[in-house]
């Protein structure tokens, strides 16, 4: 079964500076690998997906993650932080056939003015 | 385009009331449907996923059940609420593995559940 683990439980930034978000995994072939956001007391919408080809993945609102398979890792960035950032951020990793999907514990970003 | 609904957006029950929350899509048909439960500050847990009409499969062992009497219709219930099932409960949707190359879940703005 795979797992999924992320490191940093909250991170602060300041508005503008760059943000990276860690995300590692584990499962024994190649993973669908997913970044969620959560906005305080709203269900999670999809920022971006892997599932085979360019390793790096961009998604909605600037976001950005690179799947590097040699350190099991599925990173999400952004080059300039906005305050509108600021939420709970999910990473997933699902199997290859769409039944098993698992989340990981989810990182607080804050962002400062 | 493809949308999910949730109902109640929030709720207060009193500890051995029974509960009932619904989740509907459209949009698609045939979609793997899932439960989740977040308590306070947590992530995500899994309560139930369904692969089709009456087709559910538990994950937590526990006193809530889920049931799916339509195809797009996935329901959530309790004969008696404990305090323990204060949280907020999302329902999410995906496509099922032979309709799509890519298996990501598309979730509804929840239900916030308080149990008094």
């Known amino acids: 079964a795979q797992s999924v683990t992320q490191p940093d439980i909250h991170i602060t930034v300041s508005e503008g500076a760059s943000l990276e978000l860690r995300c590692n995994y584990s499962y024994g072939a190649t993973p669908y690998l997913f970044w969620y956001v959560q906005s305080p007391g709203q269900g999670l919408q999809l920022l971006l997906k892997y599932f085979s080809g360019d390793t790096l993945v961009q998604g909605i609102k600037g976001f950005e993650a690179e799947f590097k398979r040699s350190q099991s890792s599925f990173n999400l960035r952004k080059p300039s932080v906005h305050w509108s950032d600021a939420a709970e951020y999910f990473c997933?990793?699902?199997?290859?056939?769409?039944?098993?999907?698992?989340f990981g514990p989810g990182t607080r970003l804050s962002v400062l003015p | 385009s493809q949308t999910i609904h949730q109902w109640p957006a929030t709720l207060v029950q009193p500890v051995g009331s029974p509960l009932s929350l619904e989740c509907t899509v459209e949009?698609?048909?045939?979609?793997?449907l899932y439960w989740y439960r977040q308590a306070a500050g947590r992530g995500l847990q899994l309560l139930f996923y369904s692969v089709g009409i009456g087709q559910i499969s538990s994950e937590v062992p526990q006193n809530l059940s889920a049931s799916r009497p339509q195809d797009r219709q996935f329901i959530l219930s309790s004969k008696k609420l404990l305090l323990s099932d204060s949280g907020f409960y999302l329902c999410?949707?995906?496509?099922?593995?032979?309709?799509?190359?890519?298996?990501?879940?598309?979730f509804g703005p929840g239900t916030r559940l308080t149990v008094t």
């Open positions: 997933a990793v699902g199997d290859n056939y769409g039944q098993n999907f698992v």
């Open positions: 949009g698609t048909s045939n979609p793997n």
């Open positions: 999410a949707w995906s496509n099922p593995p032979r309709l799509a190359r890519t298996y990501e879940q598309y």
